[in-house]
């Protein structure tokens, strides 16, 4: 937590009465507060949960703004938790300090972490997407299973992506069950919501290397020069893979030579294998010198 460092005792004591207490299922804020359980909720309000003290901490240091922070009753007087607790108040935000059911009816879950947290959404606008050499974007169209978008984020964050772009007809980023797969990435990698049409003229214009990953692809992934030049790897969807609308924009079709029995590969698979090789050149692991 990079801006909001030590915390006097006058500030602590000067939010007391800001914490709101609560204990049942029926109060109006847990309700709403389950209902971004719906994407439909988390559309109109813009917003979305995510869960754990670490997540919570690092998501502030990168800038995002927490609407509510709920805490279980445990949790009263930690330091991090009251320092997130300030922070949140002197922003504008609410801050719930609830009973054990509460938590476990809010997050579904038997163990509940203690921390959680609604956050506003955040999406980059395609326009605003300046590539440079060296950059490797990950597009994905109508991606459908919500731990397949978790994992690829978390992916493209491990392999330093730009970002990652949602073309068309996809899940959710903000359910519940993506961010939790992205383990804290969501906050951390940019991410553009688009139409095919408009992706289409967006690469026509930015015209980066587009490489579509495909089962029919004629190039061997790992013959690709990706250094130097901004990349977008294009990835098909889980059941029908790239439609040829989107197949024949691409630079190169590439694929990623299989044997054995298996048809394909599972989706997040691919994009992983796909973006290490694109950033091979950019990775190491710095001075390993004991
Ligand atoms: N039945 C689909 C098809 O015919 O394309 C399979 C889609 S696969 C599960 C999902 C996506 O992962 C594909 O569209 C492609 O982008 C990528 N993929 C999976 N295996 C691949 C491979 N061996 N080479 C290149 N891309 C692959």
Same mark, same amino acid.
């Given at each position: 937590?990079?801006?909001?460092?030590?915390?006097?005792?006058?500030? #602590?004591?000067? /939010?007391?009465?800001?914490?709101?207490?609560?204990?049942?299922?029926?109060?109006? &804020?847990?309700?709403?507060?389950?209902?971004?359980?719906?994407?439909?909720? #988390?559309?109109?309000? /813009?917003?979305?949960?995510?869960?754990?003290?670490?997540? @919570?901490?690092?998501? !502030?240091?990168?800038?995002?703004?927490?609407?509510?922070?709920?805490?279980?009753?445990?949790?009263?007087?930690? %330091?991090?938790? %009251?320092?997130?607790?300030?922070?949140? !108040?002197?922003?504008?935000?609410?801050?719930?300090? @609830?009973?054990?059911?509460?938590?476990?009816?809010?997050?579904?879950?038997?163990?509940?972490?203690? @921390?959680?947290?609604?956050? $506003?959404?955040?999406?980059?606008?395609?326009? =605003?997407?300046?590539?440079?050499?060296?950059?490797?974007?990950?597009?994905?169209?109508?991606? /459908?299973?919500?731990?397949? +978008?978790?994992?690829?984020?978390?992916?493209?964050?491990?392999?330093?992506?730009?970002?990652?772009?949602?073309?068309?007809?996809?899940?959710?980023?903000?359910?519940? %069950?993506?961010?939790?797969?992205?383990?804290?990435?969501?906050?951390?990698?940019?991410?553009?919501?688009?139409?095919?049409?408009?992706?289409? @003229?967006?690469?026509?214009?930015?015209?980066?290397? +587009?490489?579509?990953?495909?089962?029919?692809?004629?190039?061997?992934?790992?013959?690709?020069?990706?250094?130097?030049?901004?990349?977008?790897?294009?990835?098909?969807? %889980?059941?029908?893979? &790239?439609?040829?609308? &989107?197949?024949?924009?691409?630079?190169?079709?590439?694929?990623?030579?299989?044997?054995?029995?298996?048809?394909?590969?599972?989706?997040?698979? =691919?994009?992983?294998?796909?973006?290490? $090789?694109?950033? #091979?050149?950019? +990775?190491? &692991?710095?001075?390993?010198?004991?």
């Amino acid at each position: 937590m990079s801006d909001h460092g030590a915390e006097g005792g006058a500030a #602590r004591s000067a /939010r007391v009465g800001q914490v709101k207490d609560i204990t049942s299922l029926s109060n109006p &804020l847990i309700k709403d507060i389950r209902a971004l359980a719906m994407k439909k909720h #988390r559309d109109e309000t /813009r917003t979305f949960l995510a869960e754990g003290l670490k997540l @919570v901490i690092d998501a !502030i240091d990168l800038g995002w703004s927490i609407r509510t922070l709920i805490y279980a009753k445990a949790q009263r007087g930690k %330091e991090a938790v %009251e320092k997130i607790a300030a922070l949140t !108040i002197a922003r504008g935000g609410l801050v719930l300090e @609830v009973s054990d059911k509460v938590l476990t009816a809010i997050t579904r879950r038997d163990n509940p972490q203690a @921390v959680i947290a609604v956050f $506003e959404q955040q999406l980059m606008k395609l326009d =605003a997407v300046r590539m440079k050499p060296d950059d490797t974007w990950v597009a994905l169209d109508r991606v /459908r299973d919500p731990g397949n +978008l978790g994992t690829i984020i978390r992916t493209a964050d491990a392999a330093g992506a730009a970002g990652v772009m949602l073309i068309g007809d996809t899940v959710d980023p903000f359910s519940t %069950e993506t961010v939790r797969a992205t383990m804290g990435s969501i906050f951390a990698v940019p991410l553009v919501r688009t139409s095919e049409k408009d992706f289409l @003229v967006w690469s026509g214009k930015a015209a980066p290397l +587009l490489v579509g990953s495909h089962l029919k692809g004629s190039v061997d992934y790992r013959s690709i020069g990706y250094k130097g030049r901004p990349v977008v790897l294009l990835m098909g969807n %889980e059941q029908a893979g &790239l439609p040829d609308t &989107l197949a024949s924009a691409c630079g190169k079709l590439a694929r990623i030579p299989q044997s054995g029995r298996a048809d394909s590969l599972n989706l997040a698979i =691919a994009t992983g294998i796909m973006l290490f $090789e694109a950033r #091979r050149h950019l +990775l190491d &692991l710095g001075d390993t010198t004991p």
